[in-house]
């Protein structure tokens, strides 16, 4: 099908990746959806370089000022529970979400948001912060100036439990329909953690496919996406 004007997706990569990286991960499903949506991908603003995550390569073109971006391992916070800041964040949490409330707003607005592993977990906490903007003010508030998104497509997702600042936040079920994305073979973020994101959301879509950590792009994942976008096409 056809449409004049195609929905606005935002998309946030997973950890230790950049927009090119998931740009390329991404191809089949942005194939399918082409027709229907235009996909923005943006990196993360900062970048991490703990051999725990990253490799010798990855580490090698953080040094290099002249390697591509595409090279280099980017992310969204940096996931120590022990060096949260005073008042509750991981380190560099609140800088991507100032980044990306900047993005929303000059390159927005957007209709729906993508997001992979850490970047979906983001993706779920700036969709709950905005339908009630009053469980975190500081980071979404009544004042900016951006409609709370119409869809989600959380893949590998989960909750960010040991961040204290935001845990207030999932008292509150997420009511924007939601698609989830659970590879069975996940050996980073386990399906059992994937689910709990699940128990909370209202009606939520999921996706249960044979693969591990990654978008699907078999074609009953490609289709089952399709038919999920589709629906918010005016």
């Excluded at 008042?87 to 979400?97: I, L, R, W």
């Excluded at 900016?144 to 959380?154: G, Q, S, V």
Aim: with cysteine.
């Amino acid at each position: 099908m056809t449409t004049d004007k195609k929905l606005r997706i935002l998309c946030l990569h997973g950890f230790v990746q950049n927009s090119a990286v998931f740009r390329k991960k991404t191809a089949v499903i942005r194939k399918k959806l082409d027709k229907i949506a235009d996909l923005v991908y943006v990196t993360a603003p900062q970048v991490t370089t703990d051999p725990k995550y990253t490799s010798e390569a990855h580490r090698a073109a953080v040094a290099d000022e002249n390697a591509p971006e595409e090279e280099k391992p980017f992310a969204w916070w940096h996931p120590y529970d022990d060096q949260q800041t005073e008042d509750g964040y991981y380190q560099g949490f609140k800088e991507s979400v100032e980044f990306l409330k900047d993005t929303m707003i000059k390159e927005g607005p957007f209709d729906g948001i993508f997001g992979f592993s850490q970047g979906a977990c983001l993706a779920a906490i700036i969709v709950n912060a905005l339908e009630d903007r009053t469980l975190a003010p500081t980071l979404f508030g009544p004042d900016f100036d951006h409609p709370n998104f119409k869809f989600a497509i959380l893949a590998a997702g989960f909750l960010p439990a040991a961040q204290k600042a935001t845990q207030n936040l999932w008292a509150h079920k997420i009511s924007t329909p939601t698609l989830h994305m659970i590879g069975g073979e996940d050996k980073l973020i386990a399906p059992a953690l994937q689910e709990k994101l699940v128990e909370h959301c209202v009606d939520p879509v999921v996706i249960r496919h044979s693969g591990g950590h990654v978008v699907p792009s078999n074609a009953a994942s490609r289709n089952e996406t399709l038919a999920f976008v589709t629906k918010f096409v005016n």
